[in-house]
């Protein structure tokens, strides 16, 4: 890589990252805001996110959230349920959308693409 395309961290985002597990539900990952050096940034909010894996026919679907209003561990404890409902909620409602746009694209053949005979298109002509 060039040294224009090389990619480089943020040195004014930086964030510890622990992972909680029930071993069960999901996980909760702690972000918690550091400096370069390692000490905490207390300029900055800890950020509190929630993943859970959903089976959908296609496979296994992992799904992040922020957990809304945490401050601390146990609230994201607490507030784990809603927010992975919601997730869950908005993803399935996203998963539709793409289905039904999917399913209502209009395919157009193209030209000449050859139909009964190899004349090209179909039976109606226009005199």
Do not use: C
């Not at 930086?14 to 918690?32: F, I, M, N, P, Q």
């Amino acid at each position: 890589m060039n040294g224009q395309n090389e990619p480089q961290f943020d040195a004014n985002d930086l964030y510890r990252e622990d992972v909680y597990t029930d071993r069960r539900v999901g996980s909760l990952r702690v972000l918690t805001p550091v400096t370069t050096d390692g000490a905490p940034d207390t300029a900055r909010p800890t950020l509190y996110v929630g993943q859970i894996s959903v089976s959908t026919p296609m496979g296994t679907l992992p799904i992040s959230f922020e957990v809304e209003g945490a401050k601390t561990l146990a609230d994201a404890v607490a507030g784990f349920g809603s927010g992975a409902q919601k997730a869950m909620d908005d993803t399935m409602r996203e998963l539709q959308q793409m289905r039904r746009e999917s399913a209502s694209q209009i395919v157009i053949p193209e030209a000449g693409g050859g139909g009964l005979g190899g004349g090209g298109g179909g039976r109606i002509r226009v005199p």
